[in-house]
């Protein structure tokens, strides 16, 4: 089968053949029909987080599954699926306190880029190649945790749902799971790109008032307006006055959804006494956020969030719901539709800021 694969560091994706070994016990066989492709990707390619290589990338992504593995009754040939990052156990500490977004079981993908087992199922000429979370859906085909798919209706179009997989499950997670952002609180989202223009519509549906959207592409500011910000500040301004004129004395909270310190600086000094500030993006390893101490006299609160802090086996179908009845749009976030061939391309555009999501489509 065809898969996009990453050799080393700021090397540019190949289109190769490899070898696909069948699903083991609790996995299937997944043909994609389409992948997002997400800032974490990019981020992979550019050294900002660390896999180990030669890697196909791709985790946000849906197809049909077309195998299974020992074991697994929760799936069926056939069955079209949503592929999270998240094959939560169930049972361990996390998993128990309501957390599955941190389950231990998470870890052999994201820092290993390996199935749950520590090895993978993919190879070229005999040579190992790594999973991206275990996902790894720059290919046509993948094989992944049975427990990592959401199965859903004929009629949700699978070329819009994998971005549930990743990014607008944790741009809209964050808002709909933080207790935090209510009704008629005030709510800067810091980055308007797959991630934030889903936290912009979830905090609409929650009735967030006002809802400020903050980018440096005007473009990401017009979208953000029609998805559902009262108002559009361009990063490159003086944000905070803006955002002193706009709340007085600053927002409830600010979601930073870049992974800038930069940024996630700037999010904690528009917030106002008692504000919260939650970090989504994902900085590169190791660095620091300099904010200044004296804002905790003040009662400010930093908190990070993995995933929106998400139960996907709970938040895609609620997600599914909202996008159903009219209230959740996927289409706007879509810049482009493209072949694997051009999935470098893709990740070119994303480091250039042009388009929000870019979806991988395969011809089988
Ligand atoms: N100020 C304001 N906006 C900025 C700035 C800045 N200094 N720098 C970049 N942006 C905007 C970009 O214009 C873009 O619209 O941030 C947005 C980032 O969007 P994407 O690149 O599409 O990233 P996305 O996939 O949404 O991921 C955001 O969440 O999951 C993590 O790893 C991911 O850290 C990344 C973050
Ligand atoms: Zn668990
Ligand atoms: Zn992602």
């Not at 930093?302 to 997600?319: F, H, K, N, Q």
């Not at 909202?322 to 555009?349: C, K, T, Y």
Request: proline share 6%; aromatic share 4%; with cysteine.
């Amino acid at each position: 089968m065809r898969a996009a694969l990453l050799r080393g560091k700021a090397q540019p994706l190949e289109i190769v053949d490899l070898e696909i070994a069948p699903p083991a016990p609790g996995e299937v066989k997944i043909r994609l029909v389409a992948s997002g492709i997400c800032r974490s990707d990019l981020s992979v390619t550019t050294g900002v987080l660390k896999s180990p290589m030669p890697v196909v990338l791709g985790h946000e992504a849906a197809g049909i599954v077309e195998e299974l593995g020992e074991g697994v009754s929760s799936l069926k040939r056939g069955d079209r699926v949503v592929v999270s990052l998240s094959p939560a156990c169930g049972e361990c500490l996390f998993c128990n306190e309501g957390a599955p977004n941190r389950c231990f079981q998470m870890a052999p993908g994201m820092i290993g880029s390996t199935m749950l087992d520590g090895s993978n199922r993919l190879s070229q000429n005999g040579e190992r190649i790594y999973q991206l979370c275990g996902v790894a859906s720059f290919a046509e085909e993948a094989i992944v945790c049975a427990r990592s798919c959401i199965v859903v209706d004929d009629d949700v179009p699978l070329e819009r749902a994998c971005l549930l997989g990743c990014g607008v499950l944790t741009g809209a997670g964050t808002v709909f799971n933080f207790p935090d952002i209510k009704p008629d609180t005030s709510l800067a989202i810091i980055g308007c790109g797959g991630v934030g223009l889903a936290a912009i519509q979830a905090a609409r549906i929650k009735g967030v008032a006002p809802i400020i959207a903050i980018d440096i592409d005007p473009a990401k500011l017009t979208l953000a307006k029609e998805l559902g910000a009262h108002h559009a500040l361009d990063g490159n301004d003086d944000v905070q006055k803006a955002v002193r004129k706009l709340t007085g004395l600053g927002v409830h909270t600010a979601i930073e959804a870049i992974g800038n310190v930069a940024t996630m600086e700037s999010a904690w000094e528009m917030l106002r006494p008692g504000g919260l500030e939650i970090a989504v993006g994902m900085p590169r390893a190791g660095e620091k956020i300099p904010i200044r101490a004296g804002g905790l006299f003040l009662e400010k609160r930093l908190a990070g969030s993995t995933y929106g802090s998400s139960d996907p086996r709970r938040d895609i179908p609620r997600l599914l719901a909202h996008i159903r009845n009219g209230e959740f749009h996927l289409d706007p976030l879509v810049s482009e539709e493209l072949p694997l061939e051009r999935a470098q391309s893709a990740l070119d555009d994303l480091a250039a800021g042009r388009g929000a999501r870019h979806v991988i489509v395969f011809d089988h």
